[in-house]
Structure formats: C-alpha cells, structure tokens
C-alpha cells in the first residue's frame, strides 16, 4: 500500500504505475472541488501568509470573472480531466472513488466501501470511530497497542479563510460541467451542487 495525493493529478504517473502494477486498485479521495481549492490555499496560506488573496489567485481576469485554471488550487479540482487519462491505462473497475463529504459523515460506511472494494473482511466498523468537536472530523479511537487515538494533523481542519460569495458562485459555476462529466465517467453523483444549494 502507498499513498500519495499528488499521483491522481500528475501526468506520468498512470502510465508508470501501470508499467509496475497493472492489476493494483486505486482508491481516490476526493472533495467538492471548491471546497478543496479553498483548503488548498489556506493550507499555503498557513505556510506563506505573504501569497495574494484566494480572489486575486483564482481569476485570469476578476471583472469577466476568467478562472485561472493553470492555478494548482483550481486545476487539481477538474477530476474528469485527470480520470481521463487514468482510464488510458485502468479500467474503472480498478479505481474505487471516496466522498471526502462522507468520509467526514459516515466514515465507517465509506470504510465499508474501501474494504469490500480490496476484497477485505469488514473489521473496520462504527464502533472504531469518534468524532472530535475540536477538529471537526472523525478520529480513529485509540487502538489496543497504541496509547493515544489517531486524529488528522494539525494540517487538517484549519478554519478556513472567508472568501466573497460571488468568487463561491463564480467557482461553482466554472466547476459544474467539470462535476458532471465526473458523476458520468464514474457513474457517481457526489451531489456536491445539490450540498452547495443547501448552503
């Protein structure tokens, strides 16, 4: 098993892995991608508070509201145009796609899913999870041979910055196809234009 978050986004790494393992199973994680855009930034903000404003770094032109889609923080998010080029190389059956939504929400249901997927024994259940109000997500209860409980890094679960509600709409906007061509190419609705209206 490996983990790496930037493999799904890299161009060269379908192919390589591929070359190496071409029966292993891919497990994606992956967010609203406004949501993630936001978290990509305050995770640099937090590193070099001297970077623009999230508004300054999203757009190409603000006023004809041009997305800058070469911005990491944006690109990253267009799921189906890094999928495409994983399915040159897997079948999707190979690939099993997490709601990072979920996974806050009901993280044993979408353990569920990850263990079936890997062909796995059901062990990792309701009963091994708590949720910390301090952080805002769930946390691995403290395993036997272990004396504290594993939480996400103190990287996770920073309070984001407030950013203009028209940037919100205008990213919703420019991400909406993008989510679409997503759910058909997977064949899953993550629904995250229906969690936006609700906001």
Not at 75 to 85: D, F, P, T, V
Request: proline share 7%.
């Amino acid at each position: 098993m490996e983990k790496t978050p930037s493999y799904f986004v890299t161009n060269e790494a379908p192919k390589r892995i591929h070359s190496m393992a071409k029966d292993i199973k891919l497990i994606v994680v992956v967010r609203n991608p406004v949501t993630r855009a936001i978290s990509d930034y305050t995770q640099t903000l937090s590193k070099k508070p001297e970077i623009p404003t999230f508004e300054v770094l999203a757009f190409k032109n603000r006023t004809l509201g041009l997305i800058d889609a070469s911005w990491s923080a944006i690109r990253i998010g267009i799921y189906a145009l890094h999928l495409e080029n994983w399915l040159q190389f897997f079948p999707l059956s190979q690939i099993l796609f997490v709601s990072g939504e979920r996974l806050i929400v009901d993280p044993a249901g979408e353990m569920a899913k990850v263990q079936d997927f890997l062909g796995l024994k059901r062990v990792v259940t309701e009963k091994h999870f708590y949720f910390n109000k301090t952080k805002g997500f769930p946390c691995l209860k403290k395993p036997e041979d272990s004396s504290a409980p594993r939480c996400l890094g103190k990287s996770k679960g920073r309070t984001h910055p407030r950013i203009d509600p028209d940037v919100i709409h205008r990213l919703r906007k420019f991400y909406k196809p993008f989510n679409v061509m997503f759910y058909q190419m997977t064949g899953q609705d993550f629904q995250w234009e229906q969690e936006e209206g609700d906001k």
